[in-house]
Structures are given as C-alpha cells and as structure tokens.
Nanobody
Framework: QVQLVESGGGLVQAGGSLRLSCAAS????????MGWFRQAPGKEREFVAG????????EYAEFVKGRFTISRDNTKNTVDLQMNSLKPEDTAVYYC????????????????WGQGTQVTVAS
C-alpha cells in the first residue's frame, strides 16, 4: 500500500506560480513511478506530468510544457510540481498518483491516489 498526501494548492493570480508537493509513505518510494493529474469541474481527470523512479525521465502534457516542472526527492519520499505562468484554465483539483512500474500518462494505470489539492487561478 502507498499513501499519498498533496499540499501546496491555493489561489493565485494569472501569471503567478505555485509549488505542489506530494508526500508518499508505505512503500519504497524509489521504486514508484509518479504522476500528477488534474480534474476541472465537469471534465475528465487528465495527465499533467510524470516522472520515473530515478527522476531522469519525465513527460509533460502539451498544455503545460515550458511552464510546469516535475521533480522528486527519493531521500524525502516526495514529488513536486512547480507551476509557473499559471493561467485561469489551469484551475482544477490536482492529484498525485503512484504506480509500481514506471509512470504512465493513463490514469487507469495508477493504483494509488492522493486526496487532491485545489488550485485556483484568478484572471
């Protein structure tokens, strides 16, 4: 079992920045592929960014490339999402997810999810 707890969400003006953090416990963190997803009201949960176990392999959704950066610290069992140049359309609940074998852009491939953290970007 893996427990995931997100933090760092909030209200920010367009063009601003936020840093989300996800703390993991319950299983060897360095063996997990990690992802960030988001879900806006009335929309499907969508992939935002993913990172492999070592942190050297990352992937981003097209709509966040150049603005968001995913990183992990295997000594602290955390994965972060640095979000810059935020836009109102980035408003959503952001979820951290974990799986036991690399990362995936498909939400169906993740076995473990956090409770989510709200990000609201005001125009």
């Amino acid at each position: 079992q893996v427990q995931l707890v997100e933090s760092g969400g909030g209200l920010v003006q367009a063009g601003g920045s936020l840093r989300l953090s996800c703390a993991a416990s319950g299983r060897t963190f360095s063996g997990l592929g990690m992802g960030w997803f988001r879900q806006a009201p009335g929309k499907e949960r969508e992939f935002v960014a993913g990172i492999g176990w070592s942190g050297t392999i990352t992937e981003y959704a097209e709509f966040v490339k150049g603005r968001f950066t995913i990183s992990r610290d295997n000594t602290k069992n955390t994965v972060d999402l640095q979000m810059n140049s935020l836009k109102p359309e980035d408003t959503a609940v952001y979820y951290c997810a974990a799986r036991g074998w690399g990362f995936s852009i498909r939400k169906e491939d993740y076995a473990y999810w956090g409770q989510g953290t709200q990000v609201t970007v005001a125009s």
